[in-house]
């Protein structure tokens, strides 16, 4: 676990499995030659040369802040089909257990705010007990763009449906989702801000606090290879183009307020600070 201080906030990250894919088939876009120059920095834990492969943890995080805990992203649960997906079929992690390392029951959780919905940020949505999935964080508010929840309940693929049926769905029936629509606040610290591209209603949530900004990115950076290579979507994206764009306003907001990027995805280095680099960006990884 990783914690940081965003001004009177405290965030910690917790991860819970590793996936790692070629970078060529993560990135319809990826130019072996062109990320030659990067290397010294990319590797060997963001990228690996010699495998030419991207290293991408499952993360969430958890934020403690006047008096409420809120987790941002659920990553892949457990006990979960997921049509054998390697780094995601049937895990059996110890997720639970790092969450009460960090301090917290799943029924002391305030809000559980999803950036999207996808597979591998809902997944300790919910828990499966006597047979039946039921929501993990049974006190808690889940929310979720309108345009995000409408489009997973319709979403036609079989692995869409079961994400939706084991992960969505029971906290739906449960009346325990809120759902919003365009920019919303929520208890004075947070923001969520449309961001759509990966999905359609993925959203990047923004913590200020006592003059300090950290972004939670969701999907909208995978890696931070796309710091200099930002047009890069991943072949995930739903609509790449969108995304890449929404990439471009995230990162140029970023490097115009200083914020700290704290992405799900990133691996070792887990927190950044960007910089304008000519038409591009790069990161100034930020230590604990």
């Not at 819970?16 to 072996?32: H, I, N, S």
Request: proline share 7%; glycine share 8%; hydrophobic share 45%.
């Amino acid at each position: 676990m990783d914690e940081r201080l965003i001004g009177d906030v405290r965030a910690t990250r917790l991860p819970e499995t590793v996936l790692v894919e070629p970078a060529a088939d993560l990135f319809p876009d990826f130019d072996a030659e062109a990320v030659r120059a990067h290397e010294p920095w990319l590797a060997p834990h963001h990228y690996d040369p010699a495998a030419g492969t991207i290293t991408m943890p499952v993360s969430s995080w958890l934020l403690r802040a006047g008096g409420r805990t809120i987790l941002i992203d659920t990553c892949c649960g457990n006990h979960k089909d997921r049509l054998g997906i390697a780094g995601m079929h049937q895990l059996q992690t110890p997720f639970l257990e790092r969450l009460a390392a960090a301090g917290v029951a799943p029924e002391t959780v305030d809000y559980v705010l999803c950036t999207h919905l996808h597979l591998d940020h809902v997944g300790w949505n919910t828990q499966l007990a006597g047979g039946r999935w039921v929501p993990t964080f049974p006190n808690a508010r889940y929310v979720v763009s309108r345009t995000e929840l409408e489009h997973a309940a319709s979403a036609p693929g079989a692995l869409e449906r079961l994400v939706y049926q084991d992960s969505i769905a029971p906290v739906v029936a449960a009346g325990l989702v809120e759902t919003v629509y365009g920019e919303h606040g929520l208890l004075d610290l947070l923001t969520l801000r449309p961001a759509p591209g990966h999905s359609p209603g993925h959203v990047w949530i923004e913590l200020a606090s006592a003059g300090a900004l950290g972004v939670f990115c969701g999907d909208i950076v995978h890696s931070p290879i796309q710091a200099p290579f930002w047009r890069w979507s991943t072949r995930y994206c739903e609509d790449p183009l969108q995304a890449t764009a929404t990439r471009r306003r995230l990162l140029d907001r970023c490097a115009e307020t200083n914020a700290l990027l704290l992405p799900a995805h990133f691996n070792h280095d887990p927190v950044a600070r960007v910089r304008a680099d000519g038409e591009g960006f790069r990161l100034a990884f930020a230590a604990g």
